[in-house]
């Protein structure tokens, strides 16, 4: 073999090498971009509010679609267990565990069909990088250790997850919009909007709710409601170099349903009906001159105070919730209601403690509008109530009310 002979087929064998080299570097790099570029895509559900109670508010998930391997995966935070042990008091307590699931999209879109409600699914806006690590962050989320959270309505629900693993995989490349000036929601206000259609709700969560839900609700801190997480995080932005883009499309309609409405009912909502009661029970302490049918009457709205007074201990001072701790209403349904009752069924006249709880109703109905705390009025009207009744059997000489 000749030298020329030789060199030429040792760069012959080279440059096959170099090709089949090429080749391979190619493939693997258009497999690495593929997957990268459009592999994995991540979406935000939002699902319009329901008639049941805990429906109300709407519903948030994620959505995780892998084109390569075609799922189309739902992770839902918003489930609990009905057959959980104690369901109501570990519920009342605040110590009940909510759930998370991973279902197919059809499975998650099939229940809200059935409930008539709309679901809309905006693409996140996130590189691959941030995609892998949200991913990341669900699948630590699903590991048993994991799966179940202790619920916390305001600061800790099915919204704010979302929100949090947000934050956690694009860092401090995403953007809120600058602090709002003017008036500032609370948290109260927050859920009162969608409570509003639903007077009677409305009354009794504004009574059980302390006044730990009266604090101002922040943008951040909104995005506990699912319906206002996807308004406030369609203003939000992804600092990309230069650029700020969107972090959320535009939303795309999975369902159309539109918003339950429901007609406000004048004559059938708290303050009319109290007011009613009212009226009847000042008519009757004017023409019943029965101090048996009195006392018998006394004794029924005596008792559903006292009850409302036990509801107010209990949440005061023996939940974990803490939208529900330090609840001024505890001011007029106080635990002298009880003493009340007692007097009553052991037919004592208990005049003291009568006026006692009419001084302190009276203080509370003047002085309620400087307490750190917003009543609904359905509250003031009942305080009203005790008042009057509390009145009557005070041995006030100006009431000509008072029990002879």
Known sequence: MTKIHYVYKKRKIMK??????????????????SQSSNDTLAYLLTCGPGTETYSIYGHSALRIVITEKHTDTVYNWGVFDFSTPNFVWKFAKGRLDYLLIDESLQGFLQEYFLDHRYVYSQKINIDQVETRKLVSLINENLKPENIKYRYDFFYDDCSTRIRDLFEKSIGQKLIYPPAETGKIPTFRDMVGKYQHPYPWYKFGVDLIMGSTSDKKAVF?????????????????????????????????????????????????????????????????AALIKSRKIIRVIDILIYSVFSILSILMIFF????????????????????????CLVMLLFNKKGTIWFRIVFYISSCFIVFQYILPQDFNIGSVLLAIMLLIRSSVRSGFDWNPLTLK
């Open 316 to 339: 005061n001072f023996f939940t974990d919730h803490e939208q529900m701790k330090r609840n001024l209403n505890i001011i007029w349904l106080n635990p002298l209601i009880i003493v």
């Open 16 to 33: 096959k090498i170099f090709v089949f080299c090429l080749l391979i570097f190619l493939a693997c790099s258009q497999g690495v971009f």
């Open 220 to 284: 951040r801190d909104r995005m506990f409601l699912p319906i206002d997480m996807k308004d406030e995080l369609s203003k939000s932005v992804i600092q990309r170099s230069e650029k700020r883009i969107p972090l959320l499309q535009n939303p795309e309609v999975l369902l159309d349903f539109d918003a339950p409405v429901t007609k406000e009912r004048f004559f059938t909502a708290p303050p009319f009906v109290f007011t009613a009661i009212i009226i009847i029970i000042m008519i009757m």
